[in-house]
């Protein structure tokens, strides 16, 4: 017989792994599905500093301590893409691009993305000066300027929050006017800290590690300008075009309202029993990563009670669940291993600046010594698509030998993309 969940996630971003440990730590059997990096959107965040309780931290090591924490409460995860599901029948069924999968409950974690232009250096600098959420990133632009893209109620609200921190918030608007309510655009077009730019667009922004140019074109006349920074200053430019829930799988099988947002009542269930939603996928005034893990708390607590009376009326025996002390993905996980996440977290930000990819060359030995360097330069390669890594015993390459002169062994180099060797080499490292 096929095993049956008592929880499906579907997503696996702060609500989701929210959902998770309160479901695991209940002792429900929970399987968390997600087609791409664990975190979600909050791991391309290079500082956190509003999460209650933690002063500052990454959005990648904040997403990786919440995957350890539902770990550590048996939770199962699958790095897979749903295709299909069948919510009709009292026994939820889920297809994947890896096979079926059947629980008791689900949940709908897949959260909304922020729509995006799609200007030169917009992708580029996404986090590096180019942002979406003035509540989460507005504080990083302290007496900088800021520009803001958009003529909605989102751009003119949040235009307003980030005077507190901007020295001068200029709107770029492709719209002659503001497509809000009257009375806030009036309090931005009076608000002394505020310039708009009606008729007026983004053409592409440019920069080092940090935003240092952009260009604009006004639309009537059909020129160009430029705003280039001061001296060893950055600028913002914050884009408020609305959101996209990423509801296009559900909506043959569920309510959406207008806006494509999943409708929930004040326990998140949709109108399909056991089936709930939880974070940015469903309507909510505030988007953020607090409110997000509420969602998936409260979602997790409620079926906690609901999934038991369930199996319970089905006769459905649980399976014995090995503890995840023991269980085969946590050894896996809990392995000790070179790199703490403080140091990939690190690395990450590091490497993502990065204008080439490098190779990581290694001479090996049969020894111990050369089992450890194999590991650590794994775990460094792991951190990124931007490294390679090969490995040889020695004898096995000469031409590379030659290349990177090639002294004793073990030894590592780096090399550029274009394998040419770039003078970084450590050799003569203790032999056992």
């Given amino acids: 017989m096929d095993k049956i969940y008592d929880l499906i996630v579907i997503g696996g971003g702060p609500a989701g792994l929210s959902a998770g440990i309160y479901a695991g730590r209940a002792q429900m059997d929970v399987l968390i599905i997600e087609k791409s990096e664990v975190g979600g959107q909050i791991t391309t965040t290079s500082e956190v500093v509003n999460y209650p309780g933690i002063k500052e931290i990454s959005g990648h090591h904040l997403g990786e301590q919440m995957r350890e924490q539902a770990l550590g409460f048996g939770v199962e995860f699958l790095k897979s893409e749903v295709t299909n599901m069948d919510f009709k029948e009292e026994i939820k069924k889920v297809e994947t691009t890896s096979g079926a999968y059947k629980a008791l409950s689900v949940i709908i974690a897949t959260g909304a993305n922020p729509r995006k232009l799609g200007f030169p250096g917009e992708s580029e600098f996404t986090g590096r000066g180019v ?92 020129t160009t300008w430029e705003y280039t920074a001061p001296d060893n200053e950055s600028f913002g430019v914050f884009v408020f075009i609305g959101y996209k829930p990423q509801s296009d799988l559900f909506k043959n099988h569920v309510n959406l309202d207008s806006q494509g947002y999943i409708i929930t009542d004040g326990d998140l269930q949709t109108n399909v029993k056991d089936v709930y939603a939880v974070g940015d996928i469903r309507p909510k005034r505030l988007r953020q990563v607090v409110t997000a893990v509420a969602d998936g708390a ?135």
């Fill in 131 to 222: 942002a979406y959420c003035a509540t989460c990133d507005g504080e990083f632009f302290t007496g900088l300027d800021v520009f803001v893209i958009g003529a909605g109620f989102a751009a003119a609200e949040e235009a307003i929050f980030l005077t507190k921190f901007a020295r001068k918030v200029t709107i770029i608007a492709r719209e002659p006017e503001f497509t809000c309510a009257k009375s806030i655009a009036e309090k931005v077009l009076k608000h002394p800290k505020i310039e708009v730019k009606f008729n007026s667009q983004i053409v592409e922004v440019t920069g080092d590690t940090k935003l240092r140019k952009a260009i604009f074109k006004d639309n009537l006349t059909n």
């Fill in 298 to 432: 409260l979602a997790a607590t409620v079926l906690e009670k609901v999934v038991e009376e369930k199996r319970e009326a089905l006769g459905i025996e649980k399976e014995e669940k090995e503890h995840p002390k023991t269980s085969d993905v946590s050894k896996e996980d809990s392995k000790s291993k070179f790199l703490d996440e403080g140091i990939v977290s690190q690395l990450k930000g590091i490497f993502e600046r990065f204008q080439s990819s490098i190779k990581i060359v290694s001479v090996l030995n049969d020894n111990d010594l050369s089992v450890n360097i194999k590991e650590f330069l794994t775990e460094i390669c792991d951190i990124s698509d931007k490294i390679t890594l090969e490995f040889y015993k020695k004898d096995e390459n000469l031409e590379l030998e030659k290349k990177i002169e090639l002294d004793c062994s073990p030894t590592i180099a780096i090399l550029d993309s274009n394998d040419n060797f770039r003078g970084v080499k450590f050799s003569g490292l203790p032999s056992g």
